[in-house]
C-alpha cells in the first residue's frame, strides 16, 4: 500500500484530539478503526495531510448498559465486541441481528461502531439501525458536547454533520417503549460484501400494540434513508397482514435505489418490501407464539 | 524385504506438501520479497477511458520530481522499436500507448523512483489530454456496421474481427439437422471473469553492463517461453537472458503472457544500469492482465425422440479485448473449444468461431482450463440439460443414453479428439448414489407442494488435459513437450528439475514421489527445482493441467534412464551379466536369489567410485517427453439447491464430486485441487464476473465489486472417485488441476434452472445473482449478462 504522504499524531486526550483537529483545518481526518479510511488511502481517494489516531486515547471502548434499557456505545467499540455482547441479544434484538452481519470477522475485529455512523456510507449498515432505533451521536468539540440524532447526522454519500473539530465520542441508543423487537435482514452477494438492500426494523410493544416503531434502510439511495412514514403506520395498533403490508409498501416508496452490477432498481425495491415484511411478521409471529 | 512405497513417499501417498512449509511460516520468496542492491521502483501510468486518441503526454512534472529518475512514454519506447509487441497469439499489442488508449487501465507511461511511494506520486503528476471516442464493450457492438475501427493500427484491418474459425462436417451436421425429431436451441454467454492470483504480476529487471547479461526475476508460469520472447523482442542473446520465477503465489493463466510493464522494466533497467522492480496493485491486475472466457454461444441440438443425440452445431463469439493476446496452440483459433461433447457419442458437429476485437483489456486466457475448455464444457452440459428438458426425459438417463461406452474406445470424436479410457456411466453412477438421486426427486416433488423450489443440476464431462503432442500442439511454432533432469548424488541423493514451473500445484512434493516410485529413492531425499532457465532444461512451462501429463512423465521417463544406467552397475557390483538382473522398487538383485543386491543409494556410489570399465561416471540424465495424446480425466459434478422464491436467492445444499484422473500420484494434492476447482465454479455461478459500462468502464477492478469467494460461504464438497488408468502416460495419471473449475459451473446453473422447471426459463447468465433469479422467476423469461451493463 503506497498512499500519499501524511502526518500522523497519536493523542492521548480528547482535548489533544480535538486540539489536532482545529490546527489542520478542515484537512485532519481521524483514524478509529480505519477499516474505511485505510482503503481510501490506499486507493488515493483522499488525501489527508494529517491523521489524527484516537486508538489510543483511555475509555472510549465502553458498551453500556443502563437500567431502563439505553445503551451507550464508546467510540472504541468494535463491531465484534457488539457481535459478541450476550446482554446486546437480550436488550436490543435489531442491533444484535445485524451485528454478525457488518463486513466479515476480520473487519468487525478492528472497525469502529461509531466510525461506521460518522463514515456516513449509504450502504452502512449501523446507521439504518440507528435510524430505525431513534438514536444519536454524542459528538465533543471545543465548545463542549452536543447530541446528534442519527437521522440528522446523516447528509449525503460520506458526508456527516460534524464540524472539522468534532469527535463522535460515543452513540447513543435510548431506552425502549415497551418490549424492543424488531430485526435486520440483509441480501448481500458474499459475506464480507456491503448490502445490495439491507432493513432495519424496530418496534416496541406495549400491551400488544406497537408503542414506537422505526425502518431503516440501506443501500437503496444517497445516504441511510429513513422509512419514518412507514414505520408511523404501525404505531398505535397490533402488527397485523394488513399493517405489515402497507407499512413495507410505505417503505419501498422511500427507496430510491439506482440499477447496478447488484440489482436493477424495482428489484431492490421489492426487496426493502420483502425484507420489512419478513422482519414485521416474524416478530408479529413471536408475539403470538408468546401470548 | 521389498520396499513399501507408501513408505518412502512413493506413489498414492498423501505426504505432506514440502512447500508449504515455508509458505506457512511467511518464508516464501516471491518476486516482490527479493530486494537487489541499488533497485529502484516501477510504477505505470494507466488510461482511465476505454477508447481515445491520445492528444499530448506532458511528463514535466514528473521529470522534476526529486527521486525520479526516469520517466517512459510511448514515444520514447517507438525510438527503441518497442513501443509495440509481438504477443503469443500473433497479434501485436501496444507496450506503452502512441497513438491511441484502446482500453481502460491500459499503459500509457511509466515512471521510476527511488522508492514505490515517489514512482506512485509521480505518475499522479503526468498530464495526459485524451480525445474520447465512442467504447466497444461487445461483439454485438464490434461487428455493428457503423462500428468504430478499434486496430487502425493494423495495415491490413478493416473491421473488428480477429478470426473466422471453424471445424466439423457442416454438410453432415446439416442433414443430421434435417432428420431431427426435436431441435434443442439456447444462447447464453460465458461472463468475463478474471483469475486473479493472490499475487498480481510483477518483475525485477537487472541488466549488468559489465557482463552484458540480463536476469529477469518475474511472476511467470512459463520462464523458457519468456526467454524465447525477449530474445526476440529486445533483440538480445538468448544465452545472456536468465529468467526466473521465484515462488508464484498463483497463476491460473493469468501469468501465461507477457505483459507490458515486464518489457518496460527490462528496457528502464537496460537504460539506468540498475534493478528496476515493477510490482502491479490489484486494481491494475484486474482491469489490465488477461481475463479469462467472454463468449457468446448459440447451440443447437438434433435429437431423436427417444433420446438420441443426432448432431450438434454451435457458433461462439469471443471477446478477446483490444489485444489478441492469449496463448493458444496456434492450429486452434478458439483453443480447444472443439472438445465440447467429447465425452457424448455424437455422429457429427459443426463448430464455427468468430473472435472480435473490443474496448475491453486483452485476455481471454486459459483460466484454470486447458485453452477454453471451461467455456466448452459449460455451454455443453447446459445444452444437455435444455435438451433433456425439450426431450421431457431425465437428465441423469438423457447423459447414459449418450455417453461413449467403456468398450468403445478409443474413440474418435465428431470434432475430432481421440479420446482413449473412461468408465463414464459408472462415474455417474456413483455421483447418483451419493446424492441420493431418487430420493431428492420425490423430496423436491414434497417441498413443491410446500412452495419450496429445490432444484438439483448433474454435469458431466471429460476434459482434453496435457497439450500437447507436437503434431498438433505448438505455440508460436514452439512445439509443446516437456522435460526433466535428474541428477543422482553419490549418497543417493538427488535433485530433480523440469521444465514445467509450480504456482502452488505441489510439483516439489509429487515429483519426488514419481522419483520414488521408479527408483526406490525416498521422496524426501528429492530436491525440486524449477523456474530458472539458467539451470532447468527447457520446458513450455505450467497451465492447462498440462505439468503431470507432460512434464510429470518425463520425470518417470528420466528417472527410468537412470534405473537403465544403475542396472550396469549393480551387474558391476554384483558380478553378474546385467540379464541376470531384477528390479525391485530400490534395488537391484540377482535372478533367483533375492539375498544377493545392491540398493540404488549403492548403485549411486558405485557411480562415482567404484565404475566398471567403458561406462562413463556419474549418475544423471535429462529426457524430453512428446505425449503421444492428451490426457482425458472424466468427472461427475452434482449439486442440490434451494431457491427464495421471494428474492431469488438460491443456497446450495450439497456438492457431490467424482473425479477420475487416473492414478493419483498423492491423493490429498488431489483432492485439494478438486476442492479449490468446486470453490472457484461455485463463484463463477454466484458472483465472480467482470461486467463494463456503456462507456467501457470496467465494473470490477477491485474486490469490493469482484468478488471472489470466501470460506465463509463456499459450500463443503463430498468427493468420490473412480480409477480408470490414462494407457499411454508412464504411471498412468491424467490432468486434474482444473476438472472441477471446468466441469463445476453447470452443475450449480443446472441445479438452479432445475428448480425454475416450470418458470418457462431456458437460461440465465451466469453470475446466477439474486435479482437475475428473481426476474427469470417472476416475468418468466430469460436472462442475458451481456455487457453493456445500464447504470441508472
Ligand atoms: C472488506 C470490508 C468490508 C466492509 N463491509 C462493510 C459492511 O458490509 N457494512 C458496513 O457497514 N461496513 C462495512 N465495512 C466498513 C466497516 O464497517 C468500517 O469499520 C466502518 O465503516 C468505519 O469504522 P472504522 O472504525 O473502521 O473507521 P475509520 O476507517 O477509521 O474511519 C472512517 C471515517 O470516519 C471518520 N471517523 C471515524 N471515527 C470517528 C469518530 N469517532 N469521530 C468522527 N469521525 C470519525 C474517519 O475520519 C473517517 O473519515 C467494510 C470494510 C471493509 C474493509
Not at chain 1, 482503503?39 to 471502548?61: M, T, W, Y
Not at chain 1, 417503505?251 to 452490477?261: G, I, L, N, Q, T
Not at chain 2, 498414492?12 to 520479497?33: A, L, M, P, Q
Amino acid at each position: 500500500m503506497y498512499p500519499p504522504r501524511f502526518r500522523y499524531e497519536a493523542p492521548q486526550t480528547i482535548d489533544e484530539a480535538i486540539q489536532l483537529l482545529s490546527e489542520g483545518g478542515g484537512d485532519a481526518k481521524i483514524l478509529a478503526g480505519g477499516q474505511s479510511l485505510i482503503p481510501l488511502l490506499k486507493l488515493r481517494f483522499a488525501s489527508p495531510p494529517l491523521l489524527v489516531d484516537i486508538n489510543e486515547i483511555p475509555g472510549l471502548d465502553h458498551l453500556d448498559f443502563a437500567a431502563d434499557g439505553s445503551i451507550r456505545i464508546g467510540a472504541l467499540c468494535r463491531h465484534a465486541a457488539l457481535e459478541r455482547s450476550e446482554e446486546l441479544r437480550v436488550r436490543q434484538p435489531t442491533m444484535a441481528a445485524a451485528a454478525g452481519l457488518v463486513a466479515d470477522p476480520i473487519v468487525r475485529n478492528r472497525g469502529t461502531f461509531v466510525g461506521s455512523l460518522c463514515h456516513a456510507d449509504p450502504q452502512g449498515d449501523w446507521a439504518a439501525v440507528m435510524v430505525a432505533l431513534g438514536g444519536s451521536l454524542v459528538a465533543q468539540g471545543p465548545n463542549g458536547r452536543r447530541s446528534i440524532p442519527v437521522k440528522d447526522l446523516v447528509h449525503g454519500p460520506f458526508q456527516n454533520a460534524l464540524t472539522h473539530n468534532e469527535i463522535g465520542v460515543e452513540a447513543t441508543v435510548p431506552a425502549p417503549q415497551g418490549t424492543p423487537l424488531g430485526g435486520y435482514l440483509k441480501l448481500e452477494r458474499r459475506i464480507g460484501d456491503f448490502a445490495t438492500v439491507a432493513v432495519a426494523a424496530s418496534v416496541d410493544i406495549e400491551g400488544g400494540a406497537v408503542s414506537r416503531a422505526g425502518i431503516g434502510l440501506v443501500a437503496v439511495g444517497s445516504k441511510t434513508m429513513d422509512a419514518s412514514d412507514a414505520a408511523a403506520s404501525l404505531v398505535g395498533g397490533p402488527l397485523t397482514p394488513e399493517s405489515i403490508s402497507s407499512a413495507a409498501d410505505l417503505a419501498a416508496e422511500v427507496a430510491k435505489p439506482r440499477s447496478d452490477h447488484r440489482g436493477s432498481a424495482d428489484y431492490k425495491k421489492h426487496i426493502v418490501r420483502t425484507f420489512v415484511t419478513r422482519i414485521l411478521t416474524r416478530v408479529s409471529s413471536s408475539l403470538e407464539k408468546a401470548a | 524385504m521389498v520396499l513399501d512405497e507408501l513408505k518412502i513417499g512413493g506413489l498414492g501417498s498423501s505426504r505432506r506438501r514440502v512447500e508449504d512449509d515455508r509458505f506457512i511460516r511467511g518464508k516464501g520468496n516471491y518476486v516482490d520479497d527479493i530486494v537487489l542492491p541499488g533497485m529502484l521502483h516501477m510504477e505505470i501510468l494507466r488510461s482511465p477511458v476505454a477508447h481515445a486518441r491520445i492528444k499530448k503526454i506532458d511528463t514535466t512534472r514528473a521529470w522534476d520530481m526529486p527521486g525520479v529518475r526516469l520517466v517512459l512514454t510511448g514515444e520514447m519506447m517507438a525510438a527503441r522499436n518497442l513501443a509495440w509487441m509481438p504477443t503469443l497469439s500473433y497479434d501485436t499489442q501496444a507496450v506503452l500507448a502512441t497513438d491511441k488508449v484502446r482500453f481502460q487501465g491500459q499503459e500509457v507511461a511509466c515512471v521510476v523512483a527511488d522508492d514505490p511511494y515517489i514512482a506512485k506520486d509521480a505518475i499522479e503528476a503526468i498530464d495526459v489530454e485524451y480525445e474520447v471516442l465512442p467504447a466497444i464493450v461487445s461483439p454485438e457492438q464490434a461487428l455493428a456496421p457503423e462500428a468504430p475501427l478499434i486496430r487502425d493500427d493494423k495495415a491490413n484491418q478493416q473491421d473488428n474481427v480477429i478470426f473466422d474459425w471453424e471445424v466439423g462436417d457442416k454438410a453432415g451436421t446439416d442433414a443430421a439437422f434435417a432428420r431431427a425429431d426435436v431441435v434443442s436451441k439456447i444462447e447464453m454467454h460465458y461472463p468475463r471473469s478474471h483469475p486473479s492470483p493472490i499475487e498480481t504480476c510483477g518483475s525485477i529487471a537487472d541488466f549488468d553492463r559489465a557482463t552484458e547479461k540480463l536476469t529477469v526475476y518475474m511472476t511467470s508460469q512459463a520462464p523458457h517461453i519468456i526467454r524465447a520472447a525477449v530474445a526476440l523482442v529486445a533483440e538480445l542473446p538468448e544465452h545472456m537472458i536468465r529468467i526466473v520465477s521465484p515462488d508464484i503465489g498463483g497463476g491460473f493463466g493469468n501469468k501465461v503472457p507477457v505483459y507490458p510493464g515486464y518489457v518496460a522494466s527490462i528496457l528502464a533497467s537496460i537504460l539506468l544500469e540498475r534493478p528496476v522492480k515493477w510490482i502491479e496493485d490489484k486494481t491494475s491486475n484486474l482491469m489490465s492482465t488477461g481475463f479469462g472466457r467472454d463468449v457468446y454461444l448459440q447451440g443447437e441440438m438434433a435429437l431423436r425422440a427417444d433420446g438420441k443425440i443426432l448432431a450438434v452445431r454451435m457458433h461462439t463469439d469471443s471477446d478477446h479485448g483490444a489485444f489478441f493476446s492469449d496463448a493458444q496452440p496456434s492450429k486452434f483459433k478458439i483453443g480447444l473449444m472443439h472438445s465440447t461433447f467429447a465425452c457424448y457419442d455424437i455422429p457429427t458437429a459443426h463448430l464455427t468461431a468468430k473472435g472480435v476485437y473490443t474496448n475491453k483489456a486483452p485476455g481471454g486466457v486459459a483460466y484454470r482450463c486447458s485453452f477454453r475448455v471451461t467455456e466448452a464444457m459449460y455451454f455443453q452440459e447446459r445444452m444437455v440439460q435444455a435438451a433433456a428438458d425439450d426431450l421431457g426425459m431425465d437428465q441423469a438417463e438423457f447423459r447414459r443414453r449418450n455417453f461413449v461406452r467403456d468398450d468403445d474406445f478409443p474413440h474418435r470424436t465428431a470434432f475430432g479428439f481421440l479420446t482413449d479410457s473412461g468408465q463414464y456411466g459408472k462415474c455417474l453412477d456413483v455421483g447418483l448414489e451419493a446424492i441420493g438421486y431418487e430420493d431428492f426427486l420425490k423430496e423436491k416433488e414434497e417441498a413443491a407442494k410446500r412452495g419450496k423450489l429445490l432444484g438439483i443440476g448433474i454435469s458431466t464431462m471429460t476434459e482434453p488435459l496435457g497439450a500437447g503432442n507436437s503434431r498438433e500442439y505448438d505455440i508460436l511454432g514452439i512445439k509443446m513437450f516437456d522435460s526433466a533432469e535428474l541428477r543422482v548424488h553419490m549418497t543417493g541423493k538427488a535433485i530433480l528439475r523440469t521444465g514445467a514451473k509450480t504456482q502452488g500445484q505441489g510439483h516439489e512434493t509429487t515429483w519426488g514421489q514419481i522419483v520414488a516410485h521408479e527408483l526406490g529413492i525416498p521422496a524426501e531425499d528429492v530436491l525440486v527445482e524449477e523456474g530458472d532457465t539458467d539451470t532447468a532444461p527447457f520446458g513450455m512451462g505450467t497451465y492447462a493441467s498440462r505439468s503431470t501429463p507432460v512434464a510429470g512423465a518425463a520425470v518417470s521417463m528420466v528417472a527410468r534412464k537412470i534405473r537403465a544406467k544403475a542396472r550396469k552397475l549393480a551387474a558391476h557390483l554384483l558380478e553378474a551379466s546385467e540379464e541376470d538382473i531384477e528390479w525391485e522398487l530400490g534395488r537391484f538383485h540377482l535372478r533367483g536369489d533375492p539375498s544377493r543386491g545392491v540398493t540404488i543409494q549403492e548403485c549411486a556410489m558405485a557411480a562415482y567410485s567404484n565404475l566398471p570399465d567403458g561406462l562413463e561416471p556419474g549418475l544423471e540424465n535429462v529426457a524430453y517427453y512428446d505425449p503421444p495424446n492428451l490426457t482425458w480425466p472424466f468427472a461427475c459434478y452434482i449439486a442440490t439447491v434451494e431457491v427464495d422464491p421471494g428474492t431469488g436467492v438460491w443456497d446450495v445444499l450439497r456438492v457431490v464430486a467424482v473425479d477420475d484422473c487416473g492414478v493419483r500420484i498423492n491423493p490429498m494434492i488431489v483432492e485439494g485441487q478438486i476442492m479449490g476447482g468446486l470453490t472457484e465454479a461455485y463463484a463463477m455461478a454466484n458472483m465472480q464476473f467482470i461486467t463494463f459500462d456503456e462507456e467501457g468502464n470496467c465494473i470490477g477492478g477491485n474486490y469490493m465489486d469482484y468478488l471472489l469467494p470466501t470460506a465463509w460461504e463456499t459450500p463443503g464438497f463430498e468427493l468420490h472417485e473412480v480409477v480408470t488408468p490414462c494407457p499411454h502416460h508412464p504411471i498412468g495419471a491424467k490432468g486434474i488441476g482444473e476438472c472441477a473449475t471446468v466441469g463445476g459451473p453447470a452443475a450449480f446453473v443446472n441445479a438452479v434452472m432445475d428448480a425454475l422447471k416450470g418458470h418457462d426459463v431456458r437460461n440465465i447468465d451466469m453470475p446466477l445473482l439474486p435479482d437475475r433469479v428473481y426476474k427469470a422467476m417472476t416475468e418468466r423469461t430469460d436472462v442475458s449478462g451481456a455487457p453493456p451493463l445500464r447504470m441508472e
